[in-house]
């Protein structure tokens, strides 16, 4: 499995942006970057995965370096509800579909 | 869309109790499951692999005779301990994929488990 790192944590004021990085230098020409989140006391959330392109979707934004060694999850506006560990995980796609969960970057969000 | 729904949500029991969690996928069918245990201010820790119809595969240093699990359908997991003890107290997640290259693992909310 491809190694990350995270920042343990991380601070934002609410309604700012906020830029999570990942590095996954040992990451492999076929693997996805998957993005999860997790709230207290609640199960993982899928929150993006992209392969080479940066991606969009409603909940934030994926940029992917063009040597493919890191990643920004970006959250355009951060809410009280963001408040979460943000898990980086490079994914391989096939067989197993097996993740392995790092400590990830504890965001807290700032009234 | 891409609900799973894990029941019960806490089981407070006493030491020697056996205990079932139950993972459902509802509105998709779900080609693996998968079991996680964290333990407090851990990541998730992967116990095994689940497809629908076959044994379960376990990590290593998961015992399969304690921790049960049966995959009957395609939307239905569960995960028994049995003979629980205060060290078996966790925070148990489950999670189902529907298949497809990449596709992302679904989680439920997750069981608080605590042996008295």
């Known amino acids: 499995d491809a190694k990350t790192t995270q920042p343990n944590s991380m601070e934002s004021n609410e309604e700012e942006p906020v830029h999570l990085p990942c590095n996954h230098s040992?990451?492999?020409?076929?693997?996805?970057i998957h993005w999860y989140r997790q709230l207290p006391s609640q199960g993982p959330e899928y929150v993006i995965h992209g392969l080479t392109s940066n991606v969009n979707n409603r909940m934030a934004s994926l940029a992917i370096a063009e040597d493919r060694k890191s990643s920004t999850l970006i959250l355009h506006r951060a809410t009280l509800r963001d408040a979460a560990v943000y898990y980086c995980?490079?994914?391989?796609?096939?067989?197993?579909?097996?993740?392995?969960f790092g400590k990830g970057t504890k965001l807290s969000v700032i009234p | 869309g891409a609900v799973v729904s894990q029941h019960p949500s806490r089981v407070i029991c006493k030491s020697g109790t056996s205990v079932k969690i139950e993972c459902r996928s509802l509105?998709?069918?779900?080609?693996?499951m998968f079991w996680y245990r964290q333990f407090p201010k851990q990541s998730l820790m992967l116990m095994a692999t689940s497809n629908e119809g076959s044994k379960a595969t376990y990590e290593q240093g998961v015992e399969k005779d304690k921790f049960l699990i049966n995959h009957a359908s395609l939307t239905l997991s569960t995960l028994t301990v049995t003979s629980a003890h205060p060290e078996d107290s966790s925070f148990y997640i489950c999670?189902?994929?529907?298949?497809?290259?990449?596709?992302?693992?679904?989680f439920g909310d997750g069981t608080r488990l605590s042996i008295l």
């Open positions: 509105d998709f069918q779900a080609t693996t």
């Open positions: 040992t990451i492999s020409g076929t693997d996805y």
């Open positions: 999670s189902a994929v529907q298949g497809g290259l990449a596709q992302p693992q679904h």
């Open positions: 995980i490079p994914f391989s796609g096939a067989g197993s579909y097996q993740l392995t």
